[in-house]
């Protein structure tokens, strides 16, 4: 069995989209729409003290567990401190895999989701972050493909 672990600044916005993606509760034939974002879980809900706090998202087809983080500035350590932590606690090579989607995010995923989340303008932050995530869906859609077909983020060091 794998972990899938998507990872991306805040856990609200590009993490959420892949991972719902990956679990077919989006859809990957066709951008979603802004209310299948919006009605995704987690979407636009991640608060403050929640960073860092691992959420399990669900079992993928083959039965392996897909979650999401929000890892804020940890950026590229974020993955060297959990694949550090993971040997002491006698995880096995391979078995965890982390996949980061800021490369993915775009202007106005951003944007949005500082006015969203940091500033609490909802309105405006949450109309700016869906345009984002669907201007940015196909490249998402891309990217869990590769994953699923073990093409990206093999669980190695």
Not at 9 to 27: E, K
Not at 112 to 141: D, K
């Amino acid at each position: 069995m794998k972990r899938y672990i998507y990872n991306c600044y805040g856990g609200s916005h590009s993490s959420v989209t892949a991972a719902a993606i990956h679990l077919g509760i989006l859809p990957d034939r066709r951008v979603a729409g802004s209310e299948e974002l919006l009605n995704t879980p987690y979407f636009d809900a991640q608060i403050a003290r929640d960073h860092g706090r691992i959420r399990f998202f669900g079992f993928d087809e083959n039965g392996d567990e897909v979650y999401v983080v929000g890892r804020i500035n940890l950026g590229s350590s974020y993955e060297k401190i959990m694949r550090a932590f993971l040997a002491l606690a006698g995880g096995r090579q391979g078995e965890t895999v982390f996949i980061d989607t800021m490369p993915y995010v775009n202007i106005f995923m951003m944007a949005g989701g500082c006015l969203s989340r940091r500033f609490g303008s909802m309105r405006w932050g949450r109309a700016l972050v869906v345009f984002g995530t669907r201007l940015a869906y196909p490249s998402f859609v891309r990217l869990v493909q590769k994953v699923k077909a073990g093409l990206v983020c093999k669980g190695e060091e």
